[in-house]
């Protein structure tokens, strides 16, 4: 079996993006559906670095927004695997924001989602090999 530990550094994910008008709610910060169809993506390509197999998400847990990000500054992604079950794995996803003309950087959002394997068939498989 592989390393479990050197997969899941190996997978770690960071996915960096500006936030514009056009992915910005009324009150000129980011709307949430758009964070959370980022972290989706950035947990889906962690999984899928981790497992090297086809994995759907099945559930999405905890979900903090806890400072809001307004337009003009930069996010930063990163998913790294939390935990890992026979057939799933969780993916914690933080999002930092940036502020473009300083270096502050704050975590605004938290979140965790559990993907699980399949095969041809679409049934769970291992997700990681013995």
Do not use: W
């Not at 790294?80 to 930092?96: A, E, H, L, N, P």
């Not at 924001?97 to 559990?114: I, L, W």
């Amino acid at each position: 079996m592989q390393d479990l530990q050197a997969l899941i550094e190996k997978s770690e994910t960071r996915i960096c993006k500006a936030v514009f008008p056009n992915t910005t709610n009324h009150y000129d910060t980011l709307f949430g559906g758009t964070a959370l169809q980022l972290m989706d993506e950035a947990s889906f390509i962690c999984a899928t670095r981790f497992s090297r197999k086809r994995v759907v998400t099945v559930s999405t847990d905890k979900i903090d927004f806890t400072t809001p990000i307004p337009q003009g500054t930069i996010v930063e992604l990163i998913a790294r695997v939390d935990s890992v079950g026979k057939t799933s794995c969780v993916v914690k996803v933080d999002i930092f924001m940036e502020d473009m003309y300083s270096y502050q950087r704050d975590k605004a959002v938290t979140g965790y989602f559990t993907f699980v394997a399949v095969g041809q068939d679409k049934k769970p498989v291992a997700i990681v090999d013995n």
